[in-house]
T-cell receptor, first 120, second 111 residues
Framework: GAVVSQHPSWVICKSGTSVKIECRSL??????MFWYRQFPKQSLMLMAT?????????EQGVEKDKFLINHASLTLSTLTVTSAHPEDSSFYIC????????????????FGQGTRLTVV | ELKVEQNPLFLSMQEGKNYTIYCNYS?????LYWYRQDPGKSLESLFV?????AVKQEGRLMASLDTKARLSTLHITAAVHDLSATYFC???????????FGQGTRLTINP
């Protein structure tokens, strides 16, 4: 079964509104989670690293005020797209590392199911 | 800056044929991953390669890693239509647990 759960799987919102995406690690604690963005027919681009109990680390070119990340607990990270615009429409995917010995033979990244955001 | 390059980016092949996808990366890394992505879906983990010379096989897919050449390959044997998908390799930035992805290889297997 999935070790990382992402919700919702798809969302349609109006321009100017905000959308929150949740990423949960199931049955293990994830002090660090990662948020990726994927445009159609392109690869995954890391947006930010979410750290439990501290501020997220954003990759160059990612607007921290637009993509708010909160890692309130060891099993939950949220990404809020604020004042969404059509150009924010994309597939957003979170991931977390399952530490070695906790169900994985080696430290391995597992991915959520992804959230398809459409801003109209 | 770590760069990961895959080739080919597009591959159309007939069932029953063999082919190889290549993944080159630019700097020393901790580990290399191969993922499969179906349209509209997230990533499915295929292989984790940890050391030079590592070879892993699952069904018709076999992955290998040459850390000296900074090269990984994903070999497909006797392809079947169900293997049609986009395949990504990804490399860890050393100890940062941040993955850098290749561009992806879109594989289409025709009956």
């Amino acid at each position: 079964g999935a070790v990382v759960s992402q919700h919702p799987s798809w969302v349609i919102c109006k321009s100017g509104t905000s959308v929150k995406i949740e990423c949960r690690s199931l049955d293990f604690q994830a002090t660090t989670m990662f948020w990726y963005r994927q445009f159609p027919k392109q690869s995954l681009m890391l947006m930010a690293t979410s750290n439990e109990g501290s501020k997220a680390t954003y990759e160059q070119g990612v607007e921290k005020d637009k993509f708010l990340i909160n890692h309130a607990s060891l099993t939950l990270s949220t990404l809020t797209v604020t004042s969404a615009h059509p150009e924010d429409s994309s597939f957003y995917i979170c991931s977390a590392y399952l530490p070695r010995g906790q169900g994985a033979q080696n430290t391995e990244a597992f991915f959520g199911q992804g959230t398809r955001l459409t801003v109209v | 800056e770590l760069k990961v390059e895959q080739n080919p980016l597009f591959l159309s092949m007939q069932e029953g044929k063999n082919y190889t996808i290549y993944c080159n990366y630019s700097t020393t890394s901790d580990r290399l991953y191969w993922y499969r992505q179906d349209p509209g879906k997230s990533l499915e983990s295929l292989f984790v390669l940890l050391s030079n010379g590592a070879v892993k096989q699952e069904g018709r897919l076999m992955a290998s890693l040459d850390t000296k050449a900074r090269l990984s390959t994903l070999h497909i044997t006797a392809a079947v239509h169900d293997l049609s998908a986009t395949y990504f390799c990804a490399v860890d930035i050393w100890r940062a647990q941040k993955l850098v992805f290749g561009q992806g290889t879109r594989l289409t297997i025709n009956p």
